[in-house]
């Protein structure tokens, strides 16, 4: 598989920042089987790559993604099938995403709707215009079963009777209520939405990207243990793991300068 072939999501790495384009703007970016793969390609390909320190996913046209495609996500491409580590469903999808030790951020314009907002809620970081619209109305306007994600995510963000109220009864929030809710990072409104993106872009692009691929798993890993076998988890990973950037980090301080970090 060659980038060059890449149909539904468009790929752009530009100094350390790798920018994922959901690229089917006349289905308003509905998931396919291809642009799931397609994703998922795109991002166990930057997990190898030492110059990508940053990957930014967000969508062409109007929105950010509105769920998978209702009328057929199609077969999963032959080019593809052989070339992927993950299983290509939206379970394999953000496994990857939480596993890639490097940072992953979301930007929201316009709409994230359904299983296009689990997509975000996958990532590290969200990033939404503040008018952007956050809803998940697969149970009360669709009678779906809605077993992609949402219903483990949405507590940890919210807190339980917010989570009732936005899963169950489909209500909606903008991008500024989501941020005040803890569903997503920042918002922010018109040109200082794309400002803001490229701000925290840049700056996780110049970051210790080893050390925050190191505490985005402990991060993860923690949500499912209780404190005593986290401390073990955690014990031993810096015997692991080694982090150049932890030396120049301290230099840094003890010059008194900015650090410049490699992501090593």
């Known amino acids: 598989m060659e980038p060059s072939k890449l149909q539904e999501i468009d790929r752009e790495h530009v100094k350390g920042k790798l920018t994922l384009t959901l690229n089917r703007p006349e289905k308003r970016n509905a998931i396919s089987t291809r642009m799931l793969a397609e994703l998922l390609w795109c991002l166990e390909q930057a997990e190898a790559d030492t110059a990508v320190r940053v990957v930014v996913i967000r969508g062409a046209g109007k929105g950010f993604c509105p769920g998978d495609d209702l009328a057929g996500m199609g077969s999963l491409p032959a080019e593809l099938a052989d070339h992927l580590a993950h299983e290509p469903t939206h379970a394999g999808l953000q496994r990857c995403i939480r596993e890639l030790p490097k940072p992953v951020i979301a930007a929201i314009h316009g709409y994230a709707f359904g299983v296009g907002l689990d997509l975000a809620m996958a990532c590290d970081f969200r990033v939404a215009e503040s008018n952007a619209r956050l809803q998940d109305q697969r149970v009360m306007e669709?009678?779906?079963?809605?077993?992609?994600?949402?219903?483990?995510?949405?507590?940890?963000?919210?807190?339980?009777?917010?989570?009732?109220?936005?899963?169950?009864?489909?209500?909606?929030?903008?991008?500024?209520?989501?941020?005040?809710?803890?569903?997503?990072?920042?918002?922010?409104?018109?040109?200082?939405?794309?400002?803001?993106?490229?701000?925290?872009?840049?700056?996780?692009?110049?970051?210790?990207?080893?050390?925050?691929?190191?505490?985005?798993?402990?991060?993860?890993?923690?949500?499912?243990?209780?404190?005593?076998?986290?401390?073990?988890?955690?014990?031993?990973?810096?015997?692991?793991?080694?982090?150049?950037?932890?030396?120049?980090?301290?230099?840094?301080?003890?010059?008194?300068?900015?650090?410049?970090?490699?992501?090593?």
Request: proline share 3%; aromatic share 8%; hydrophobic share 45%.
């Open 142 to 264: 669709r009678g779906m079963h809605a077993l992609t994600g949402c219903a483990w995510f949405q507590p940890r963000a919210l807190g339980l009777t917010q989570a009732m109220a936005f899963l169950i009864l489909g209500e909606a929030m903008s991008g500024e209520q989501a941020a005040a809710a803890g569903m997503v990072t920042y918002a922010a409104a018109g040109e200082a939405f794309e400002a803001k993106v490229d701000e925290l872009a840049s700056r996780l692009a110049t970051a210790p990207t080893k050390a925050i691929g190191l505490m985005k798993r402990q991060i993860y890993t923690g949500l499912g243990l209780d404190h005593g076998d986290f401390m073990n988890f955690a014990a031993p990973l810096m015997q692991e793991v080694e982090i150049k950037d932890r030396r120049e980090g301290i230099q840094a301080f003890l010059e008194k300068r900015p650090a410049r970090f490699t992501g090593e």
